[in-house]
C-alpha cells in the first residue's frame, strides 16, 4: 500500500517562500516517478512539479518553471518542493504523487497514488 505524508504548507506573504516536505510510505523515491500537484477552489488539479526516480530528471508546469523547484532524498525516502517568489495565485492544496512507470509528468491523470495535501496560502 502507498502512502504519503505532506508538510510544510501555511500562509506566506507574496514574495516569500515555502518548501513542502513528503514522505513515502509503500513507494521508493528511487524508483518511481513522483509529482507535485495543487488544487484551488474551483479549478482544476495542476501539475506543478514531477522527478524522474531513474535519473532525477525534473519536469515543471508553466505556471512554476523558475520559480519552484523538486528535489528528493533517497535515503529518508522523501521528496521536497522548495517555493519561491511566491503569488497569490499559488494559493492552493498540494499534493504528493506517484506514477507507476519510469518517468515523470506533470499530467495529475497519469499518477496513481496521492497524499491527503498540505494548504499553502499566499497573502498579505
Known amino acids: 500500500q502507498v502512502e504519503f505524508v505532506e508538510s510544510g504548507g501555511g500562509l506566506v506573504q507574496p514574495g516569500g517562500s515555502l518548501r513542502l516536505s513528503c514522505t513515502a510510505f509503500?513507494?521508493?523515491?528511487?524508483?518511481?516517478?513522483l509529482g507535485w500537484f495543487r488544487q484551488a477552489p474551483g479549478k482544476e488539479r495542476e501539475g506543478v512539479a514531477c522527478?524522474?526516480?531513474?535519473?532525477?530528471?525534473?519536469g515543471y508546469g508553466d505556471s512554476v518553471r523558475g520559480r519552484f523547484t523538486i528535489s528528493s532524498d533517497k535515503a529518508k525516502n522523501m521528496v521536497y518542493l522548495q517555493m519561491n517568489s511566491l503569488k497569490p495565485e499559488d494559493t492552493a492544496v498540494y499534493y504528493c504523487?506517484?506514477?507507476?512507470?519510469?518517468?515523470?509528468?506533470?499530467?495529475?491523470?497519469?499518477?496513481?497514488?496521492w497524499g491527503q495535501g498540505t494548504q499553502v496560502t499566499v497573502s498579505s
Open positions: 522527478i524522474s526516480g531513474v535519473d532525477g530528471s525534473t
Open positions: 509503500g513507494s521508493t523515491v528511487d524508483r518511481d516517478p
Open positions: 504523487a506517484a506514477r507507476r512507470g519510469t518517468w515523470g509528468t506533470v499530467q495529475p491523470w497519469e499518477y496513481d497514488y
